[in-house]
């Protein structure tokens, strides 16, 4: 058996025109595909945001996640991850502490910076102040959340005697701070819960449990999610689901990497676009037998003291009802190995 760790899915509710359908539909049938997650022994399930985006990327992650609290009773529910600079400090600590209410105390907030440049444009957000904003937002929230009357006086907020009512089921609700650069590794030592990451969280480690001590706690108050295991299925027919998936699996990337245009990413920037068949060979898509998909977990583990493995997105388009055989092949096949 490996380390006992939780297993959340992520939804984006993207709807992409070649594939497309009644919004009021793929949203009922996305919160029924949930309530069915919640079932199958799932942990979490994550709410994600984008704006402008001609899929119809999700942009109100608490609105769902709101929707998910009152179809669901075990299940805890995050956003990963809800894009900071576009919302009000104490709206968003007041719009989270309705959603412990109404979730029985299952939410956690996941905060980021963004980078798409035409989300900052349209809510007229300075991108280059992004940083300091989700700095200041952290303090803002927690403090709120702790109960105290607030007076606060930052570079780009200002709060005179806020007072969160009503506040949050839970004493101490996870406040994640989402990335995996320096900078935002700084912000969850000093004003965070945890870090909810991609990339190699074994490399983010060390500078982690740093910036930790150097804010005065303990190397054992680290909490890591690996965010990015995105694009993993689980099947019995690997080759066969590859080719299923693959179309769906490649407008993500596309998009991601038009979104990050300006980035060197292999393929979440620069602009590239590839081909289902490229994305097969060489791409982010992973289709895994199910004792593949646990070699692969257990390796991650292994590198580093991860709580959770988050992701397992549904390929946009792609139709839920056959997701769902994968969806459970993981929960039965592999989650129990990490139980």
Not at 43 to 65: C, K, N, Q, R, W
Not at 236 to 261: C, G, L
Request: aromatic content about 10%; overall charge neutral; proline content about 7%.
């Amino acid at each position: 058996m490996g380390r006992k760790l939780t297993f959340g899915m992520q939804f984006d509710f993207r709807n992409p025109p070649q594939w497309h359908r009644p919004w009021q539909d793929l949203y009922a049938e996305t919160l029924e595909f949930i309530q069915w997650v919640e079932k199958l022994g799932y942990d979490t399930v994550a709410m994600s945001e984008h704006h402008f985006a001609v899929d119809g990327y999700l942009p109100s992650p608490l609105i769902a996640a709101a929707a998910v609290a009152a179809k669901t009773s075990k299940i805890r529910i995050t956003t990963a991850i809800a894009l900071a600079p576009f919302y009000h400090p104490v709206r968003i600590a007041e719009d989270a502490a309705v959603l412990d209410i109404i979730s029985n105390g299952r939410m956690e907030l996941g905060l980021g910076l963004g980078y798409k440049p035409d989300e900052f444009t349209g809510y007229d957000v300075s991108q280059k102040e992004r940083g300091a904003r989700l700095t200041e937002m952290l303090q803002i929230i927690r403090r709120l959340w702790d109960g105290e009357t607030l007076n606060f006086k930052g570079k780009h907020y200002t709060v005179e005697n806020a007072r969160l009512m009503p506040r949050p089921v839970q004493a101490h609700p996870t406040l994640w701070v989402g990335g995996s650069n320096p900078a935002a590794l700084k912000r969850a030592a000093m004003y965070g819960d945890g870090i909810y990451g991609g990339g190699d969280m074994a490399q983010r480690y060390p500078e982690y449990v740093k910036e930790l001590v150097a804010a005065g706690k303990p190397a054992s108050a680290a909490r890591m999610i690996q965010g990015s295991v995105t694009w993993v299925l689980v099947s019995n027919d690997p080759e066969k689901t590859a080719h299923e998936v693959a179309a769906h699996v490649t407008h993500s990337v596309n998009t991601y990497s038009q979104w990050n245009s300006t980035t060197k990413h292999p393929w979440y920037g620069g602009g590239k676009q590839v081909t289902p068949e490229e994305m097969i060979k060489d791409g982010p898509l992973m289709v895994l037998t199910p004792e593949q998909c646990i070699a692969m977990i257990d390796k991650i583990a292994a590198a580093a003291p991860i709580e959770g493995v988050y992701g397992f997105i549904p390929p946009a388009g792609y139709p839920l009802k056959k997701l769902a055989e994968h969806v459970e092949l993981f929960a039965t096949k592999v989650m129990p190995h990490f139980r």
